[in-house]
């Protein structure tokens, strides 16, 4: 199995690359930010309480997004490989993660860091909220804040997969193709490694 962990801040470009990664290498895309919108577009009572947080852009609780990726693993089971995005983001999330996929008898291939400056994000995160229509790329205020709670939370995740020798840095500005071929090499070498 090929299981990516897509990390990096937000509007690094996760999204985008997943889209073209899961293509390639047929695998499922988990994106608890993606989930999450779901369930507040079906007006859930998860979806409910998850959206006010996301609007100030904090993280949601840990075990609420760890349920929704233990359901889908479960739900998934055929697949080739997963690639998550946007999860984990913290050390909590990282360590249930690994516990869940020892249980499928797997684990994460490599986790994959699309690196790009804190002013670039904030510029790309508020022009995409000129035409993405989410509350928490609409202004400034919040869009800092995201990248605040990047640094100080998620960012030791990178420590976490550092120490178990499977973090890779692809810088993540650039054009798209090229970010995505580099990334893609990345893949292959550790593929290599792995066989
Ligand atoms: P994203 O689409 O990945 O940028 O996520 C949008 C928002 O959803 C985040 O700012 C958080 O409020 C919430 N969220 C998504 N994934 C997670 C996660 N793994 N842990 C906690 N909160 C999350």
């Known amino acids: 199995m090929l299981n990516l962990v897509l990390f990096g801040p937000p509007g690094a470009g996760k999204g985008t690359q997943s889209e073209k990664l899961i293509k390639k290498y047929n695998l499922v895309h988990l994106s608890t930010g993606d989930l999450l919108r779901s369930q507040i577009a079906a007006g ?3 979806g409910l309480r998850a959206k006010q947080l996301m609007d100030q852009g904090l993280l949601v609780p840990d075990e609420v997004v760890i349920g929704m990726i233990e359901y889908k693993l479960r739900e998934n089971q055929e697949a080739a490989g997963f690639i998550f995005d946007g999860f984990p983001r913290t050390v909590n999330q990282a360590v249930a993660l690994d516990d869940l996929l020892t249980q499928y008898n797997t684990e994460i291939t490599t986790m994959i860091s699309l ?11 508020l022009k995409r909220g000129e035409t993405s229509g989410r509350p928490d790329d609409r202004d400034e205020e919040t869009a800092r804040r995201r990248v605040r709670v990047y640094n100080s939370e998620t960012m030791p995740v990178a420590d976490f997969y550092e120490k178990q020798g499977k973090y890779l840095a692809v810088d993540g500005i650039g054009e798209i193709e090229s970010i995505f071929t580099a990334i893609c090499q990345k893949i292959e070498q550790v593929s290599v490694k792995t066989q």
């Open 44 to 46: 859930t009572e998860l």
């Open 115 to 125: 690196v790009v400056e804190d002013e670039e994000l904030i510029r790309r995160l």
